[in-house]
């Protein structure tokens, strides 16, 4: 099992583009997530999906949208990257909606720079 | 604004030693804890959850919560260099989850 799969790995955009950011999860998990982290201040929650076809905003979803295309998927994308959008993006994934215990499981996260 | 709050360290022990890590939290309604380790440039792994007051105990690692005090800890016992990593404390409510900043731990030989 692959458990949660993001990709790309790394990105490097300049400010203005957009992209989308790929995350899928072979668990039959309900709930998938999309955090941020930067140094020094641990995981931000940006969106999460409790189920498929419904999203959520977490603490800090400006400049971002989701897309939960199926069970498996969730997508992230930024639609004009901005430098202070630089950091580690990590997708995880819980079968909370089932058990109630919000264990997550993450992906390996990837790394975009805005120049 | 609920707020997850760790001691960011570092913290220094010696091999073999016990190491505590501690974590308060500002939400009263908040129903589960978790502590995760991130290894440098790699992604949070999970190493104890807890629900309920009292601790936990799983091998070298025990968790600890008072939901009164809003307090959670982690100790590891007899710990090794490969227990060195930031480790993450999450207090989780209704299918949201916060994160404290991580407290970086070095586990000297």
């Known amino acids: 099992n692959a458990g949660v799969t993001q990709t790309p790995k790394f990105q490097v955009l300049k400010t203005g583009q957009s992209m989308t950011l790929q995350c899928a999860q072979d668990?039959?998990?309900?709930?998938m997530y999309w955090y941020r982290q930067d140094p020094g201040m641990g995981l931000r929650l940006i969106y999460y999906?409790?189920?498929?076809?419904?999203?959520d905003k977490g603490e800090v979803p400006n400049g971002y949208n989701v897309s939960r295309l199926n069970k498996r998927e969730f997508s992230l994308r930024l639609e004009s990257a901005a430098p202070s959008q630089t950091s580690v993006y990590f997708c995880a994934s819980s079968d909370f909606s089932r058990t109630a215990k919000n264990i997550q499981y993450f992906g390996a996260g990837t790394r975009l720079s805005v120049l | 604004q609920k707020e997850v709050e760790q001691n960011s360290g570092p913290l220094s022990v010696p091999e073999g030693a016990i190491a505590s890590l501690n974590c308060t939290y500002s939400d009263r309604g908040s129903q589960s804890f978790f502590w995760y380790r991130q290894y440098s440039g790699k992604s949070p792994e999970l190493i104890m959850s807890?629900?309920?007051?009292g601790d936990k105990e799983d091998g070298r690692f025990t968790a600890q919560l008072n939901k009164a005090s809003q307090y959670v800890s982690l100790l590891i016992r007899d710990s090794q260099p490969s227990d060195s990593a930031t480790y993450l404390c999450?207090?989780?409510?209704?299918?949201?989850?916060?994160f404290g900043a991580g407290t970086r731990l070095t586990v000297k030989p």
């Open positions: 807890i629900y309920s007051n």
């Open positions: 999450a207090v989780g409510g209704n299918n949201d989850m916060r």
């Open positions: 999906s409790a189920s498929e076809g419904t999203t």
């Open positions: 668990m039959n998990h309900n709930s």
